[in-house]
């Protein structure tokens, strides 16, 4: 039984920083591509940052491109999202997704659509005022 676990969202102001984290329980993802999306009210889904656990190539949606850092850690399972420089408009659930036997790149080139992740975390919240 495979469950992503996210936690450490919260609310900062605008400049602050958080590092959620989401750990990985029932499998031992290798060949995987691991996510970060973000959906906010109204809005649809969409990716922030992929990281393949073979290697660790990445990959970043413009609009955390500089801001915001994915790693992991390998021996616990567990992929982290640094953000700082936090803004408004970063406000939304961030969730946590796994998409086993990915491409390496296709996972860093970002072009993984949310439908092709077959796991997924509940979310945390990330609210920036």
């Known amino acids: 039984h495979v469950q992503l676990v996210e936690s450490g969202g919260g609310s900062v102001q605008a400049g602050g920083s958080l590092r959620p984290s989401c750990a990985a329980s029932?499998?031992?993802?290798?060949?995987?591509?691991m996510g970060w999306f973000r959906q906010a009210p109204e809005k649809e889904r969409e990716k922030v940052a992929f990281i393949y656990t073979d290697g660790g190539d990445t990959y970043y949606a413009d609009a955390v491109k500089g801001r915001f850092t994915i790693s992991q850690d390998n021996a616990n399972n567990t992929v982290y999202l640094q953000m700082n420089s936090l803004k408004p408009e970063d406000t939304a659930m961030y969730y946590c997704a796994a998409n086993p036997a990915a491409l390496e790149s296709y996972c860093s080139g970002g072009f993984y659509r949310p439908t092709l992740f077959g796991y997924w975390g509940q979310g945390t919240q990330v609210t920036v005022s």
């Open positions: 029932g499998y031992t993802f290798s060949s995987t591509c």
